[in-house]
């Protein structure tokens, strides 16, 4: 099946929308009565939506899962093209996340995992690119760099920020954790600037946006010091759960699993292509109007919508004055990942950072396809945005930029295939996995997880742990499923039978 | 409520059997009817069978829990004396451990942990005696003489693991990792001898014997660098998942959530003090018999029984060869824990090893109690056992004996409390955690969770990930209660409807 979503360009064909994928539903709808009253209606199908959903639906529940999209993921999914995945969005996960690694195990797929970075043959060496200088160097080089860089940028209590953020679920207890939301990371560099080399500052900016997908100045230092908690406050660990290992046949394979089994329980009726316009909270239910027209009655209703889409919907009453500050404000992340597929199979132990100049800042050597292409995932974001659909020359030559040209002729460098997803036209997204600006978190962690009276809310954006993550939005859609199923149950229980 | 488990001494009152927990259940049983035929019937309320027990009761089944003990929890609970929990088995939990965060995360106790080790105040040392000499040092000092010898000890290939080991979870997927459990400890230090100093020699064997409970000649080498894999393969991982976050108000009061939420169902029944003797399975249920004579009969059953205690039950049919030679084989950790409560809250910041020749070879502070004097905690294992409640006198000797008499006298470091479980004794463990001997998982992980006939086997001796910890317990519970959840489904499905 094909998605509407995503792209793909090929020196052959061009620039060509919409992407196979495992994750698109069909048919696309199963609902065979409009005048059901569900116990819930889940608004989106994405890791928090599915979860939720087939939470409650085996736990006895009956659920409407409406998605806008034609696919399920979300912020995550995976197009299989001639035998190979490529990840679209969100792509890898680790035994340490635990939402994540629960669902693995629940699947018994804790086997069907590849390795991102593998540096076993090939030209085995990171290409450091800034505007003055271009050079080379191994792994092992590499690697003492970025630690270093980051040990700096990470060390504000003498043990890495162990003292800072010992407990990272439950962060903002700490009165000290609220104070470096509010810093950027611009001004933390600023703290540490005469410390550190030029090669170390242009890396730590690189691995910053990288994580951020915004801009040094509207990226919370915070935040990235919680995914530096979560990692286990060292480099080694920020490698390991951040960028090693996929699932070997692609995210979609992990997601149809959640859908599968709601969708066995028989309790599960969904429609895709269906687009939430309004949503009407009444004393006892809900009512969740289509941009069709259609309405859809339930006991509860719970909205998966990412905080960047969520003023798209009009609520009545209206969200509370917090949770409309919070979309106000929205999430920083533009990430721009683009995945080349290059006709040089030596490339596979390569990485490098090109930055700041060019429109993509880090690239990794992420597999090898079917034809013996190395397939490499280039990271750009707000900090130089681009559109790559807009204009598929600037977005090769940002590619090819990757490659100091005296080391990698167009011969050496030749890009076979293009794939992406522009998050940040994507309408159910705008943008990718969440990244706070300054005091975001601190100010309105609350507010963004806080019910609206028979509506929950449940997103990796306001998860407490992996919040960004696929394991966050796992998180999230088993609190609110959690939440939505305790409270049915008990209701049911003390309605009289008739 | 006061359990038959664990003692307590103290000055005035001497030896006592039986401790105050909030793991006993009263009533002992809510069994209505004896010929009822359940969807289930579950052996064993640890975490396990709790987790089991719960899911498939959420799930829609109708579940009969049978328990040996007059508590929850198997080989961890908790018993609250004087407004301190004192953790009798299992204690320490870490949100890098996915199926026990999962369940923290689902009950919101993320908040609700304390710190095992502080260095605030107090002494503030680490005490090394050995037969030859006793000296005291930093925990500076102490963390960099421990990281160096267990970095010895684990770097069989020049990244500590990481190439060995490189997905945990399925570890024996990779020939290389069966021939390491074929090797004990001792094998491995053999290997390494001449790189350690006397130092680092000795805590290196205290912290292989405090993992295993076992002797270094009984120990798996690759059971252990399995622990330093899932640890992320840094000593700072190791200490911070293993020895740092416990709950504030005890491990039963965690337990309790998955029973309570069972019970809110109104699909669980339960029996304590109910001793399973025999299991007989059929084409098409299983009949279960107690030690007291009744048969209970269910579609399925689950048994959660530890490896160490199998064997006390009979099957018919018998249980497989394979299964039948890994019970024989056993697990090994013996472990002997040791709480103290000592009139010196400057320990609070102490710890010690006292190896070989003390029958407790390690203590930390632990905690202050509302008394205001320190509780250590103290281990021994298989290496010098002890049954403590046979000579208390001995025990008491044994936990003085971690004091050096130079820096403390018998009024610096007076013993005003003794707290125990003596798991070897224990009719229903056998045994500490599961610590296997050289080959026991290489040649029976597989037959140890297979399952027989209709009855299968659910236990944190044979998970995949952390195996001989709570977090494996919910593994297998999770796992086993899925499996029977999805074929019973099937099977109700497929049954005409009359």
Same mark, same amino acid.
């Given at each position: 099946?094909?998605?509407?979503?995503?792209?793909?360009?090929?020196?052959?064909?061009?620039?060509?929308?919409?992407?196979?994928?495992?994750?698109?539903?069909?048919?696309?709808?199963?609902?065979?009565?409009?005048?059901?009253?569900?116990?819930?209606?889940?608004?989106? @199908?994405?890791?928090?939506?599915?979860?939720?959903?087939?939470?409650?639906?085996?736990?006895?529940?009956?659920?409407?899962?409406?998605?806008?999209?034609?696919?399920?993921?979300?912020?995550?999914?995976?197009? &299989?093209?001639?035998?190979?995945? +490529?990840?679209?969005?969100?792509?890898?996960?680790?035994?340490?996340?635990?939402?994540?690694? /629960?669902?693995?195990?629940?699947?018994?797929?804790?086997?069907?995992?590849?390795?991102?970075?593998?540096?076993?043959?090939?030209?085995?060496?990171?290409?450091?690119?800034?505007?003055?200088?271009?050079?080379?160097?191994?792994?092992?080089?590499?690697?003492?760099?970025?630690?270093?860089?980051?040990?700096?940028?990470?060390?504000?209590?003498?043990?890495?920020?162990?003292?800072?953020?010992?407990?990272?679920?439950?962060?903002?207890?700490?009165?000290?954790?609220?104070?470096?939301?509010?810093?950027? @990371?611009?001004?933390?560099?600023?703290?540490?600037?005469?410390?550190?080399?030029?090669?170390?500052?242009?890396?730590?900016?690189?691995?910053?946006?990288?994580?951020?997908?915004?801009?040094?100045?509207?990226?919370?230092?915070?935040?990235?010091?919680?995914?530096?908690?979560?990692?286990?406050?060292?480099?080694?660990?920020?490698?390991?759960?951040?960028?090693?290992?996929?699932?070997?046949?692609?995210?979609?394979?992990?997601?149809?699993?959640?859908?599968?089994?709601?969708?066995?329980?028989?309790?599960?009726?969904?429609?895709?292509?269906?687009?939430?316009? /309004?949503?009407?909270?009444?004393?006892?239910?809900?009512?969740?109007?289509?941009?069709?027209?259609?309405?859809?009655? @339930?006991?509860?209703?719970?909205?998966?919508?990412?905080?960047?889409?969520?003023?798209?919907?009009?609520?009545?009453?209206?969200?509370?004055?917090?949770?409309?500050?919070?979309?106000?404000?929205?999430?920083?992340?533009?990430?721009?990942?683009?995945?080349?597929?290059? *006709? &040089?199979?030596?490339?596979?132990?390569?990485?490098?950072?090109?930055?700041?100049?060019?429109?993509?800042?880090? *690239?990794?050597?992420?597999?090898?396809?079917?034809?013996?292409?190395?397939?490499?995932?280039? +990271?750009?974001?707000?900090?130089?945005?681009?559109?790559?659909?807009?204009?598929?020359?600037?977005?090769?030559?940002?590619?090819?930029?990757?490659?100091?040209?005296?080391?990698?002729?167009?011969?050496? *460098?030749?890009?076979?295939?293009?794939?992406?997803?522009?998050?940040?036209?994507?309408?159910?997204?705008?943008?990718?996995?969440?990244?706070?600006?300054?005091?975001?978190?601190?100010?309105?962690?609350?507010?963004?997880?806080?019910?609206?009276?028979?509506?929950?809310?449940?997103?990796?954006?306001?998860?407490?742990?992996?919040?960004?993550?696929?394991?966050? @939005?796992?998180?999230?859609?088993?609190?609110?499923?959690?939440?939505?199923?305790?409270?049915?149950?008990?209701?049911? *229980?003390?309605?009289?039978?008739?």
């Amino acid at each position: 099946m094909t998605s509407r979503d995503g792209y793909c360009w090929t020196p052959k064909e061009g620039l060509k929308a919409g992407l196979p994928s495992v994750g698109v539903i069909s048919p696309s709808s199963n609902i065979s009565s409009v005048d059901t009253v569900y116990d819930v209606v889940v608004i989106g @199908a994405g890791y928090s939506g599915l979860t939720a959903a087939r939470n409650m639906a085996v736990g006895g529940l009956k659920v409407l899962l409406l998605e806008g999209r034609d696919r399920i993921g979300g912020r995550s999914w995976s197009s &299989n093209i001639d035998g190979y995945p +490529f990840e679209m969005g969100g792509t890898w996960v680790h035994w340490g996340q635990a939402n994540t690694w /629960h669902e693995v195990l629940r699947y018994q797929m804790e086997q069907d995992l590849n390795r991102s970075l593998e540096f076993l043959r090939g030209v085995d060496h990171f290409e450091l690119r800034s505007t003055h200088e271009s050079i080379t160097m191994t792994h092992k080089e590499e690697d003492e760099l970025v630690a270093s860089a980051l040990e700096k940028f990470t060390n504000i209590d003498g043990v890495y920020g162990r003292k800072a953020i010992p407990l990272p679920y439950s962060t903002f207890k700490n009165p000290e954790s609220i104070l470096l939301d509010w810093k950027s @990371a611009q001004d933390r560099i600023n703290e540490i600037a005469t410390t550190l080399t030029p090669q170390e500052r242009t890396v730590l900016e690189a691995s910053i946006l990288l994580a951020s997908g915004g801009t040094l100045e509207t990226s919370s230092f915070h935040e990235f010091m919680h995914w530096w908690a979560m990692c286990g406050y060292t480099y080694a660990g920020w490698m390991e759960r951040l960028i090693t290992w996929k699932f070997r046949d692609g995210q979609s394979t992990f997601v149809r699993r959640f859908f599968e089994e709601a969708l066995a329980t028989k309790r599960l009726s969904y429609a895709f292509n269906t687009p939430v316009k /309004h949503i009407h909270n009444t004393k006892s239910s809900v009512q969740v109007t289509t941009r069709k027209g259609q309405t859809y009655r @339930a006991h509860r209703a719970i909205s998966t919508i990412p905080l960047n889409v969520l003023g798209s919907i009009t609520f009545d009453p209206p969200l509370s004055a917090g949770k409309q500050a919070a979309i106000a404000i929205g999430h920083v992340n533009q990430t721009v990942k683009v995945h080349a597929e290059i *006709a &040089n199979p030596e490339l596979r132990s390569w990485t490098g950072v090109t930055y700041p100049h060019n429109k993509l800042n880090c *690239a990794v050597g992420d597999g090898t396809t079917p034809a013996g292409n190395t397939h490499i995932v280039c +990271f750009g974001g707000q900090h130089n945005h681009m559109d790559p659909e807009a204009d598929i020359d600037a977005t090769s030559r940002a590619v090819s930029s990757l490659f100091d040209p005296k080391q990698y002729g167009a011969k050496e *460098a030749k890009i076979e295939r293009i794939v992406f997803h522009n998050w940040s036209k994507d309408e159910f997204a705008k943008g990718a996995w969440f990244f706070s600006p300054p005091g975001l978190v601190a100010k309105h962690l609350g507010d963004m997880r806080e019910r609206h009276g028979n509506v929950l809310f449940a997103n990796a954006d306001w998860a407490l742990g992996w919040r960004g993550f696929i394991d966050g @939005a796992i998180e999230e859609g088993t609190r609110v499923g959690q939440e939505v199923r305790r409270e049915l149950l008990t209701e049911s *229980a003390s309605r009289p039978t008739l």
